[in-house]
């Protein structure tokens, strides 16, 4: 198989990021997606962009870093990272991010104390950045040989980068004859659930299915949206390629019981696998897995926020990724299979002002996936009636 | 050929750049060397660095850029890229450089001026941070495959990489049992050449030869040195591996005559072939080549300084290059087997205090080889008196 790369690139450029003439671009990514990322700065250039500027995370040398470096300088950053990320917002610039490991399991055998202090490639910053609505962005997956090895472990290495194309074209609805037709009428579906979830103004969710019992407690102002997002500037975009969910922001002091993981956490390099975390009064006051939980224990030490929620999100049955059954070890996707809750940051605008003060405030925001056909959701109004929100995949709003 | 990286990695860490513990380090190469950017960083690392940075240059991006964007945008470069190297120098940072195209010809089917509007990968701050002495660096060569296809046309690919490696080994003297004694040595006879040069106080050198006869006044404190430098910190570095030359600041006002160029010169991507530059006052006035000359011309008109010399170099026989008889199509190589000048900014410490107002400032600094075994060099005293410098490649002071 050999991609159209250029019908990815206008799907990223034209949609997904919605880039506009004169605006500087900036590319983030790992090794291995030099032939995507060319294909996107050209169509970001015939778009009119002023400049593309390419941002490389390579994880072997996090992996140098993490086996060498002094400790105390471990957590380092020289200071033009972060400034590159404030600078994209001053500038009101378009961002595109490619998902997807370059190098899935390389830290896996370091100490997972000291792969949590180098922050990289987090950069806070862009927190800020996303919250200030400021830059207009998109994330999608790009392949590379070891993630599809990873995905597809028992197929010889060309069938599997073959295959992982083949699932993501499909799951970007690329394989449709107008994928901006198709991801219009989806995201327009997702909105109008997501405001009539806003409108019921439930006090929590209740979560529950095998080895997860767990309430999420929602703030007044709590506002459900789907992943399309318009710029303080007016520039409508599509932040995450491919998205199902429907999200807001949790109240970060009212999350408690337990949830069991359904899909596998790629975190700093390693794949933590059947994890199972359980919150009291919105922490997260105890982590277990069966590889590398303590990874996801180090983030979660970062800062005050760290351990609480900052996003819940629904996904419903409909999405293409879930039916596939592929764990892509990717949050992107992986996320975009199943309900989830998120660590850390919340985004600004799923609260009113009125709440901007009470949502979660971090430096780290992790997703971990705990829906499935098999959860069913419930919301709970304050006088404590129920209503049911997805039942085996199915909105029942 | 598999070549030992390590060793070459180490060359670059412990004696080129001479990295210190606690340092920030940036590396700067092109796609295509991704295993010498990870031994390097790994030294580093174990050499006591806090962070590695790498900066990636993708001639590819530059092809997109020059080929679709707004003429009026193609000279516009982020800020983050300049205040990267002006945060370097602020934080008394060491800085490798890996040389060597990774796709050469990629824009030579372009439009020479549109190529000479975008200044990247060239980045003006660079002059400021090399001449306030604030970072020990190193320039040092690393081959691609299209590199050694483009050296070694009649060779199959591998053969080629191959050859090009072992090139470089051996004019690197990592084919020496101890290559850092050889270059302590090497730079330790140019210095004693720079010294008795310096000592001669001449008011001009005259080079002739087969097409060239030309004049460089030189400034009453111009100063001779060899590729060793000491930050203001007080690390000595080599800022060339290899490096065969001695260089000085020439008077930006007293250039006269005609030189034929004796290497190809490689320029924003093309390669210039049968340059013939003419001066007058020190300004090039007239270009004349077989392929490309263009490119350099828009180059000189950069700015004020860019058509004036900021260096003249000697370089003898004894060198590795140029028994050679490789063209590299790589400044750092060729320029090291060859005398040379260069056009745009000079190196303020190859001037005294009392010239620092007259050297050449500008935003470029491109060299030109002028030198071989059949261009002789003079010097010339005020009073008119004539010293023999170089005759047939061998010193004659």
Redesign the interface.
């Known amino acids: 198989m050999s991609p159209d790369l250029d019908r990815l690139a206008a799907l990223a450029v034209r949609f997904g990021a919605n880039v506009q003439p ?1 605006q ?1 671009v900036s590319i983030s990514c790992e ?1 291995g997606k ?1 032939e995507v ?2 294909a996107i ?2 169509e970001a ?2 778009a ?7 941002s ?1 995370f ?1 994880p ?2 996090k992996r ?2 993490v ?4 400790e105390e ?1 471990l957590g ?6 972060g ?2 990320m404030l ?1 994209l917002g001053e ?1 009101r610039a378009a961002r595109i991010g490619l998902t997807g490991p370059s190098a899935p399991g390389l830290l896996s055998d370091l100490d997972p104390v000291r792969i949590g202090k180098d922050p990289l490639p987090f950069v806070p910053e862009a927190v800020k950045v996303v919250n200030d609505q400021t830059t207009n962005w998109t994330a999608i997956p790009c392949p590379t040989l070891p993630w599809a090895q990873l995905v597809f472990p028992d197929l010889p290495a060309d069938e599997a980068f073959a295959a992982l194309w083949e699932q993501l074209w499909h799951v970007l609805r690329l394989d449709e004859e107008d994928p901006v037709a198709f991801w219009k009428e989806r995201f327009g579906t997702l909105t109008s659930v997501a405001e009539r979830l806003t409108a019921l103004q439930l006090d929590r969710l209740h979560f529950r299915g095998p080895g997860t019992d767990l309430t999420v407690g929602l703030l007044p102002s709590s506002k459900w949206i789907a992943a399309q997002m318009t710029t303080v500037g007016g520039i409508d975009h599509a932040p995450n390629l491919p998205s199902e969910e429907i999200f807001t922001a949790p109240d970060p002091e009212r999350t408690s019981g337990t949830a069991t993981m359904t899909r596998p956490l790629v975190l700093g390099g390693s794949s933590i696998t059947g994890l199972k975390v359980r919150f009291e009064n919105g922490r997260a006051v105890e982590v277990i897995s069966e590889e590398h939980g303590a990874v996801l224990e180090e983030y979660l030490k970062r800062d005050e926020g760290a351990a609480r929620l900052g996003e819940v999100a629904l996904v419903d049955g409909q999405g293409r990724i879930g039916p596939l059954g592929t764990v892509f070890y990717d949050t992107l996707l992986d996320e975009n299979a199943a309900s989830h809750v998120a660590f850390g940051s919340a985004y600004a605008m799923t609260a009113g002002p009125g709440d901007q003060e009470k949502i979660n405030v971090s430096q780290i925001h992790i997703d971990v996936m705990l829906g499935s056909p098999e959860i069913d959701v419930t919301g709970v109004r304050a006088d404590g009636t129920e209503v049911e929100i997805l039942t085996a995949g199915v909105w029942q709003i």
Chains 1, 2 share one sequence.
């Open positions: 004169g500087v090794p030099e990322v060319r700065a050209a250039y015939r009119g962009a002023k400049f593309v500027d390419v490389w390579d072997h040398l140098a870093r086996l060498h470096s002094d300088s380092y950053v020289p200071p033009w990272i400034q590159r600078d500038l």
